[in-house]
């Protein structure tokens, strides 16, 4: 890196600790300016970090006070519990971290530092669940799109020191992010638990066998679909088998079988 980025990136990084810092600032000021003597106009959320697929938003925060009976609205300041509202906030399992005040323009903040779900694992016969980044299970059957899904023969044992990796490795690759929509975990003729790659776009199946190297598999992927795929056509081909070491098997689609 050359000296100019590494400027660059203190100065950066800089700017965001300032910017974080007088977000809290400006909180803090307003919890700290509450006027006790008049009555909530409203909760508001608000999401700590990027804001992005945010899993908790304000409906579920309003759900929450209003089965639990904790509307705020409506009340005086000096009788909301906000303590109380943390508590039960808390319990939502995409919730990591809640923080609730009263700021000085008659609302309760709700702030939320959610967990991050990685993968969507759906086993065979048994209901789906998130993994977070820190291998915690979310219960939960809401599907999303955006978040890489695997399916089949799968514990929570394999999901945790298996997928988990897998899915953590996907997230921090650009390229593969934008490329696999699937895990599919099968079991080969020794019983072993193998998986199968479905990219987001077109019907090719990237055979990984065992989860082992699979940055290394995923590399020699990556080396032949910058060098080969203009060449040969990457629609071409059924399947890829990355199973064996410094290998590479091509399967071609029947009808192009002959060319």
Known sequence: MSKAKKIAKIVLVTILLLAV???LSFYMFCESKANPDIRCTGVELVMDGDGCSPFVNQ???DDILNKNHLTPTGCMMREIDTKNIETYVAKNPFVKEVNCFKSSTGKVIVKVVQRTPVVYVLPEDKEGYFLDETGAVIPNN?????IVVATGVIDE??????LLPFALFLQGNEFWNNQIEQINVVLDK???????????????II???????FEDKLHRMKVFY????GVVG??????FNLEYDNQLICTKHKTDSKN
Do not use: T
């Open 207 to 213: 055979y990984l066998g065992r989860m082992k190297n």
């Open 157 to 162: 044992k394999y999901a945790k020191n298996e």
């Open 142 to 146: 809401r599907y999303v799109s955006n």
């Open 59 to 61: 409906k579920d925060v």
């Open 234 to 239: 990457w629609g071409k081909y059924s399947k």
């Open 226 to 229: 910058d060098k080969a795929s």
């Open 190 to 204: 020794k019983h072993r638990r193998v998986v199968e790659l479905v990219p987001r776009v077109g019907d090719q």
């Open 21 to 23: 810092v007088g977000y």
